[in-house]
């Protein structure tokens, strides 16, 4: 296989872009590596597949001797795609790792799908001129719409995906804008506690949040309804976002200092206190002095937050958060990468329109070069 790698000739992996999500997505060896693992403490299992890839000569008995967790192991050399496979009994078909060829970039259906079995399998399949290939876990989605290639290029090393697409010089076609429009206009209101994704409740994460008899800073002032405990939530709230307690709805509306509107917890486990604007990025700090410190309507202040990124993918200035009300807005500030938003529930994340403030729904997983960020609620265990 890396004997593939270093031919002139490879086109099928020649662009990796990685598809938002919570498992393991690499590309080592020549090959581009999806393993059904989640992204936080898999390592092992990670290292020991990439092992095996770098052993000379055909790194299939080494794969299939391999331990762990399914995965699927492929690589596009020029006429044909080679992929390696193995599943786990009882998987259901729309959870198993999935290898598709599409003919095109705008193909609407696959014209050949590998699902992985509990055994190991192998085959190789030829690859025509403008095909793209998609490694998912459960069903392929449709290349163009969902993932564009610019969503990541990924050169080498892993990062969190749902799964990788795997782009030609043929196959790359200067895409128009993805509309997202799919968004609901008024986002969330706390009824019930939304299915967050098991890389973030693996998560551990120590963060101060005020007190909520502290001296509240010059923030804005806002109009809401007070839980039993005199915690403030937004009008529409049914429960109190602190503690849990019901709202009554009925109530009058009181207004007191904004509280924090949630936590933004990253994929290391590092987590933010939402109560200012913010702008998110690998180096936002100039950014953010540029505007004096101010938040997008003058009224606040606007915080840098660094992330660091392994992949290359995070612009110096990525993502802007901010607050309108009780509502947390997501805009991308014209990233080079993309910023992709799965809402609470949703099956496929969706691409941020540059400029474009979309509402955030608490559980929203954001995905930012290689990094995610989940939204929580700032009520803590
Ligand atoms: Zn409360």
Redesign the pocket.
């Known amino acids: 296989m890396t004997s593939q790698a270093e031919a002139p000739a490879e086109t099928g992996a020649q662009y990796t872009s990685v598809l938002p999500g919570d498992r393991v997505v690499a590309r080592t060896h020549g090959a581009v590596l999806v393993v059904d693992a989640p992204a936080v403490g898999a390592s092992a299992e990670v290292a020991a597949l990439s092992t095996a890839l770098a052993a000379q000569g055909d790194p299939a008995p080494a794969l299939r001797a391999a331990p762990g967790p399914p995965f699927a192991v492929v690589t596009g050399s020029g006429s044909s795609v080679h992929a390696l496979l193995r599943g786990a009994p009882d998987t259901l078909a729309d959870r198993a790792l999935t290898v598709a060829v599409f003919e095109s970039a705008t193909a609407a259906e696959p014209r050949l799908v590998l699902r992985a079995e509990a055994e190991f399998v192998e085959r190789v399949a030829p690859l025509p001129r403008g095909a793209v290939v998609t490694v998912t876990v459960g069903p392929p989605p449709p290349p163009g719409p969902v993932c564009g290639p610019t969503a990541l290029h990924l050169l080498r090393g892993s990062v969190p995906g749902a799964g990788a697409v795997l782009w030609s010089d043929d196959s790359l076609r200067p895409q128009g804008e993805v509309e997202t429009d799919v968004f609901a206009a008024d986002a969330p209101t706390n009824e019930e506690p939304t299915g967050a994704s098991p890389l973030f409740a693996a998560t551990e994460y120590d963060v101060e949040v005020p007190a909520e008899g502290a001296a509240p800073a010059a923030g804005p002032l806002v109009e809401g309804r007070r839980?039993?405990?005199?915690?403030l939530?937004a009008p529409r709230a049914g429960y109190?976002t602190?503690?849990?307690?019901l709202v009554d709805r009925r109530a009058p509306l009181e207004t007191g200092p904004r509280p924090p509107l949630g936590l933004l917890v990253a994929d290391d486990g590092s987590a933010f206190v939402v109560e200012n604007d913010m702008l998110i990025g690998r180096d936002p700090v100039d950014q953010v002095s540029r505007r004096g410190g101010r938040s997008f309507d003058g009224a606040g202040r606007l915080h840098p937050v660094v992330l660091q990124d392994r992949t290359g993918a995070l612009s110096r200035a990525h993502l802007e958060l901010r607050i309108d009300g009780w509502q947390l807005l997501a805009v991308d500030v014209g990233s080079a990468n993309g910023t992709w938003v799965r809402p609470p529930g949703a099956v496929a994340p969706l691409r941020l329109p540059v400029g474009r403030p979309v509402p955030l729904a608490t559980g929203s997983d954001i995905h930012l070069g290689g990094r995610i960020l989940q939204l929580q609620d700032v009520a803590t265990a």
């Open positions: 839980c039993a405990f005199g915690h939530n109190c602190r503690c849990g307690a």
